[in-house]
């Protein structure tokens, strides 16, 4: 991919995140913040090129590992507790109209 | 091309929409769990994809597979542990703790890259793109390093672990701050002109700067400034997108740092504070104490427990006001047996809702649908605040700051013109509190010398459980 590709990318990739979330109702706030926070865990994807791309450089590899290892505590907590706070709120079939 | 690039470029090109599908879910009541999910499957998704595309090309040798496998195992485990015992509670700080992870990877990822530069992408030497490598190495060391260091330190706030220290209250701060800046920027440059060591110097350096700016910010403005790192982990993922070239990681985190910015903007609009206050104007109550020290309380009521029970009693629309202190306490469940009580007395019962009530927006309402409070008695703030002159008993439970007339009537007040709710219209009024402690602001809260208004002191979950005795004693609920 070329510098200016990229670049097109990411300015299309935040336009697309100022679009997204307009109307966001206070009870999501906090949801929605961890939910967001979940995904910027993205960085796991960097950590596993890494990893794979060490060509058995035994300290890249670990860097790599504990990289992977942090982005994956961020994405797996992010997404469990994002949806322990959103089953709160449909827990109850009453609550739907 | 072949095959696996463009398997990897449907898949990347689907988790993306799928990811932008899942943000925007995140956004409505209705949608918000399944649009979750849906984050979360469109992730995993991207692992695959990845995965796949290295067996299909180049292969994965089993030293690498090792690593992976223990790396993702730890983090999960510890992730998914985490997320199961954190108490809603304490809901902001295991955010924060998250976000900063996530900042931490980009950073790690950085430095990998820069200290053993990965082979097999540099046939020829080209200057532009490994000063575009530099770059991004630089951007997200950097932001990784400030979200790392600020979500802890916000975390450590939140925790009570941490106080805000004195000096940084003074203009002092920023003189700090401005010399772990320059000293970043130098770092920046010189590392750009080859001196590769000087990496070490800017992780060291961004990691003071993101202390540096946390620590003076005060408890009350704490979500707005995990929202904002929220907003930075998404920047520092882009950046390591840009330093592995990898188009999915450049659109997801500017899409996370783009929603955070909003985020963040739409919070601090609720708070009636704007984005540069909250981060460079200190903590609110040391602004304040100052200004506002004017006046004692001169004509506070107390009642007893029993009075309170007799005026619930007699009513015939009741609203609850919930803040912070009534999660601290844990009494949310207990709150719901008394209203529960009432309720079965025929008296109305509604809760409302300020935008910031508990630590951060939304929180209160996880908090109280945890106790099982039927979702439609929670009211906005908008909606309720027509509903106070025609109710007949307030009850404030641990809130201060948002219902503190002055932000109406006083313009000299540092809380002046953000938005409260009219507690004071209603006929009674009675606010549960340990004592005459000021709220996150510090300042003086107009509504208790109000005539209408009576403190009954004491823990809110030991005040509720007395409540609820007395409730029974006048046969409230008991048919």
């Known amino acids: 991919m070329s510098f200016v590709s990229l670049l097109w990318v990411l300015l299309l990739g935040s336009l697309l995140g100022l679009e997204l979330i307009g109307k966001v109702p206070p009870t999501l706030h906090t949801p929605l913040m961890s939910g967001a926070n979940a995904i910027s865990g993205i960085t796991m994807l ?14 890249l590899l670990i860097i790599g590992s504990v990289s992977l290892g942090f982005a994956l505590f961020n994405v797996v907590g992010g997404f469990f507790v994002t949806d322990r706070m959103l089953a709160m709120f449909s ?7 | 091309m072949n095959l696996p690039v463009i398997i990897k470029f449907v898949i990347d090109l689907l988790a993306v929409l799928l990811l932008a599908l899942g943000i925007k879910g995140l956004s409505k009541v209705k949608s918000a769990r399944d649009a979750n999910r849906l984050a979360a499957f469109a992730m995993s998704l991207s692992v695959v994809g990845l995965l796949s595309y290295y067996l299909g090309t180049s292969g994965i040798a089993i030293q690498s597979w090792i690593w992976i496998i223990i790396g993702s195992i730890l983090g999960s485990l510890f992730g998914a542990i985490l997320a199961k015992k954190v108490p809603m509670t304490s809901m902001p700080e295991t955010v924060a703790l998250f976000n900063g992870c996530g900042g931490m990877s980009s950073l790690l990822v950085a430095l990998g890259v820069a200290i053993f530069p990965i082979s097999g992408g540099q046939e020829n030497f080209d200057f532009f793109k490994s000063l575009i490598n530099e770059v991004s190495i630089s951007v997200s060391i950097f932001v990784g390093a400030i979200t790392f260091t600020g979500s802890i330190v916000a975390m450590a706030k939140l925790q009570g672990w941490l106080s805000t220290p004195g000096w940084t209250q003074s203009k002092v701060r920023h003189f700090v701050n401005i010399v772990f800046a320059v000293a970043s920027l130098i770092a920046f440059f010189d590392l750009i002109n080859g001196n590769t060591s000087s990496i070490w110097l800017l992780v060291i350096v961004s990691s003071l700067l993101g202390i540096g700016v946390t620590l003076p910010i005060g408890g009350a403005d704490m979500p707005v400034v995990i929202s904002l790192l929220n907003s930075y982990s998404g920047i520092a993922a882009a950046a390591a997108g840009f ?6 990681l450049i659109v997801a985190g500017a899409m996370v740092g783009a929603a955070g910015l909003i985020l963040t903007q739409v919070m601090c609009k609720g708070m009636n504070r704007s984005l540069v206050s909250v981060l460079f104007g200190g903590s609110l109550s040391a602004q304040s104490t100052a200004s506002s020290g004017s006046g004692e309380y001169t004509n506070i009521t107390s009642c007893s427990v029993e009075e309170c029970a007799l005026t619930l009693e007699a009513a015939n629309k009741v609203i609850i006001v919930p803040g912070y202190g009534l999660a601290v306490a844990q009494a949310q469940h207990t709150l719901r047996e008394v209203t529960k009580k009432l309720e079965q007395n025929g008296i109305e019962v509604v809760y409302a809702i300020h ?10 309402n996880v908090l109280l649908a945890e106790a099982d409070v039927p979702y439609e008695q929670l009211k906005e703030m ?20 948002v219902v503190n007339p002055q932000a109406k009537n006083d313009s000299s007040s540092p809380l002046y013109g953000m938005p409260v709710l009219d507690v004071q219209e209603a006929r009674t009024v009675f606010v549960i509190k340990r004592g005459m402690s000021a709220g996150y602001s510090g300042i003086k809260n107009d509504l ?9 002191f004491g823990d809110a979950k030991k005040v509720l459980n007395d409540l609820i005795g007395e409730l029974k004693d006048l046969g409230v609920g008991e048919k």
């Open chain 1, 91 to 97: 827990r109850k079939p009453s609550n739907k109209k």
């Open chain 2, 355 to 364: 935008p910031v009530a508990g630590r951060m927006p939304g929180h209160m």
């Open chain 2, 243 to 248: 330093v592995v070239d990898s188009q999915l």
């Open chain 2, 382 to 401: 908008d909606v309720v605040n027509p509903d106070f002159p025609a109710t007949d008993v307030v009850l404030v439970l641990g809130a201060n700051d």
């Open chain 1, 46 to 59: 960097a950590a596993l090129t890494l990893i794979v791309k060490a060509e058995g450089n035994v300290p």
């Open chain 2, 448 to 456: 208790f010398d109000l005539p209408n208004t009576s403190m009954v």
